[in-house]
């Protein structure tokens, strides 16, 4: 199945364990407390966003674990060798005896791991999937049961839904929590009777991701060890290579290497632990000037910020900025009229134009993982930002 990524997620700080992502999950927590000594004696809550089923008898709640959902019967069905990386989540199919359910597996920690020792985010059950098991019981908070429940008994039971659909073989009502956090039930249009369930509960554990970020080791990591400093400009554009405030770097290039080269990590600023094939936000400061972007992890497993890569470089004449030069001469204090005949031998056009500025856009066809982006100040004569990007 596709990976999905937890798109709430992209803009979240790394900085505190990743807390980010679970400013939407707080409220929940909150709310399940109240339903904590029914789960423990194995009674369903009446609370619709408790996100409890009952399955012939046995509690649910999501999310669980891999291995407490497995205990219950279920099997994986897919390619074992299957992972998810940090902040995604996807369906896969487990059975247990003739019954099958898509279940959501999620990973919210740190590293890349098999889909087996993820969470089980919910699941979802069809008519299709109950024929094979017709002797299933399935029971949802305050007597909603499964292929018997109608419309007016579950908006009886949980009120008018967040929204509706009404198809021309279905109706479905979904009951809202927050982002990512909600349940959708089908109604067959004829009978009107419940005949599908999609649980979806994508929540954090706290706890197991602040003792994994404390965990991480800040050792340089394989792709670290690997780079290598150039050792000249060059003329070749398409290297990655640039001379950013003094020094040589080939994009993508690690924080740590800035460091090495005079810039001081602002910590209180920057992230502290970057999970997994993720990205994490970094701020340092050179002879009183700052420098901020987003660096890439490429290693599947968590690492500190000094080991994450820098993949795009900016320099404003405006602001004082630190000075850029790319291979072939192009640099943020050159004249409109040296750049032009560089540009002439690059895939370039003009991306916009007012009346002061023209904005330049250099990229390869097809690669949208290499660009520069230049300004020209029209009554200056002059290139005034430079943009340089390389992943």
């Known amino acids: 199945m596709k990976k999905k990524m937890l798109s709430i997620l992209l803009a979240c700080s790394m900085s505190v364990a990743m807390s980010g992502m679970t400013a939407f ?8 407390t109240a339903a904590e000594a029914q789960e423990t004696a194995g009674e369903l809550s009446d609370d619709i966003y408790s996100f409890q089923i009952k399955l012939d008898g046995d509690l649910y709640q999501f999310p669980m674990s891999c291995a407490d959902f497995t205990a219950l019967g279920w099997e994986y069905a897919e390619d074992e060798t299957d992972e998810l990386s940090p902040n995604s989540y996807s369906s896969y ?27 089980v985010g919910g699941l979802s059950i069809d008519s299709s999937q109950f024929a094979d098991a017709p002797e299933t019981v399935i029971e949802l908070p305050k ?23 009404e198809g021309d073989l279905y109706t479905e009502f979904t009951y809202e929590y927050d982002i990512y956090q909600s349940i959708e039930l089908h109604f067959d ?3 009107n009777v419940l005949n599908k369930i999609d ?4 929540v954090e554990d706290e706890e197991a991701t602040a003792a994994a970020a404390a965990e991480v080791s800040s050792e340089p990591t394989p792709e670290v060890l690997a780079y290598e400093a150039p050792t000249e400009l060059g003329d070749d554009i398409h290297s990655g290579i640039v001379e950013f405030a003094g020094n040589l770097y080939q994009l993508p290039a690690p924080v740590s290497v800035f460091i090495e080269n005079g810039f001081t990590l602002k910590t209180e ?13 970094y701020e340092m400061i050179k002879d009183g000037k700052t420098f901020r972007g987003t660096a890439d992890n490429p290693n599947p497993n968590a690492t500190t910020i000094e080991n994450c890569f820098v993949t795009d470089v900016e320099a404003d004449s405006y602001d004082a900025d630190f000075p850029l030069t790319l291979p072939g001469g192009i640099s943020n204090h050159m004249s409109a009229d040296d750049l032009m005949p560089i540009l ?41 930002t430079i943009e340089f990007e390389n992943r």
């Open 269 to 281: 600023d920057s992230d502290a632990v970057v999970a997994g094939d993720y990205f994490g936000w």
């Open 25 to 32: 999950a707080e409220e929940a927590a909150t709310e399940a």
């Open 143 to 165: 007597g909603i049961t499964f292929n018997v429940s109608t419309m007016d008994d579950v908006k009886a039971a949980y009120g008018e839904p967040s929204d509706t659909y």
């Open 199 to 202: 649980y979806e509960n994508l």
């Open 93 to 119: 199919r487990f059975n247990k005896g003739n019954l099958e359910a898509y279940v959501d597996m999620f990973n919210l920690g740190l590293n890349t791991v098999p889909v087996t020792e993820c969470s």
């Open 189 to 191: 249009s004829e009978t």
């Open 344 to 384: 002439e031998t690059l895939p370039y056009e003009v991306s916009n134009e007012s009346d002061d500025y023209i904005y330049y856009t250099v990229q390869e066809k097809d690669n949208y993982d290499w660009s520069i982006n230049i300004v020209v100040n029209k009554e200056e004569n002059a290139v005034t």
